[in-house]
């Protein structure tokens, strides 16, 4: 079994569920006492937030990358961030070490590729809905994606960062997403992307008509699925 290394703290509620779901996984496909060998550095948010507003992605860039490298240190033999938005800084990370990175991006193509579904709706943070770095790597695989709107996408990404990263789940923030996603799937989307780690914590598959592709329990998968080969 590898040694799986965790970016996480992006935030940690989400990364809970990483370290939950790469375990249950394990100790279903193994049995017994086993559990996951992993490694998991849990960055302060608020930090890597604050370069977010500000635009400073190459500090934040460096900053997980030097996390990165700790863990190669310590014996990992693969990384996963443990966040969609975070991935726009994929290529700092890389630059400082010699083990690979598990996109994010690439694994949720892989599983919406073998449900023969052609659109996709996105949801996530407004820097994954409407910049190129996370799209791009979907579309690449002869999918197409569809965003919401200008002022959805506002009250989205509002929810993600005032009331999921913080554990905060409210009714009326599940109603909205929904009505969002039938949005989507009215435009065509014959599925749907959760493409910030936290939106699981909030949407489920009765949310919605059409499949959910919730990217946290995809990642999760993928990296036991690395760590047994």
């Known amino acids: 079994m ?26 279903k496909r193994l ?14 948010f ?11 992605w190459e500090k934040a ?12 240190k310590g014996g990992a033999e693969f990384i996963i961030i443990c966040t969609n938005t975070m991935h726009k800084v994929i290529e700092y990370i890389e630059a400082k070490i010699n083990i690979p990175i598990l996109h994010i991006a690439e694994a949720t193509a892989n599983q919406i590729k073998k449900s023969n579904i052609s659109t996709v709706g ?3 943070t407004k820097f994954t809905m409407e910049q190129d770095f996370y799209k791009s790597r979907i ?14 996408r506002d009250i989205v990404h509002k929810v993600i960062y005032d009331e999921l990263c913080l554990g905060n789940i409210q009714q009326s923030s599940r109603d909205y997403y929904k009505n969002v996603i039938k949005s989507l799937v ?18 489920k598959q ?12 995809i990642h999760a998968i993928e990296s036991v699925n690395t760590a047994l080969e």
């Open 2 to 27: 590898k040694t799986i290394g965790l970016i996480g703290g992006m935030s940690w509620e989400s990364s809970v569920e990483y370290y939950r779901i790469i375990n249950e996984e394990v100790k």
């Open 31 to 44: 049995g017994g006492l086993h559990s996951a060998k992993c490694l998991l550095h849990s960055v302060d």
């Open 46 to 56: 608020a930090e890597v937030e604050r370069y977010q507003v500000r635009g400073e």
């Open 61 to 72: 860039g460096e900053l997980l990358g030097d996390v990165a490298l700790s863990l190669e």
């Open 122 to 124: 996105l949801l996530g």
């Open 139 to 152: 579309e690449l695989n002869g999918i197409r994606v569809l965003v919401p709107n200008h002022s959805e």
């Open 186 to 203: 009215d435009e065509g989307a014959e599925g749907i992307i959760l493409g910030c780690t936290e939106i699981g914590l909030l949407v």
């Open 206 to 217: 009765e949310d919605s008509e059409v499949p959910l592709f919730d990217t946290t329990v």
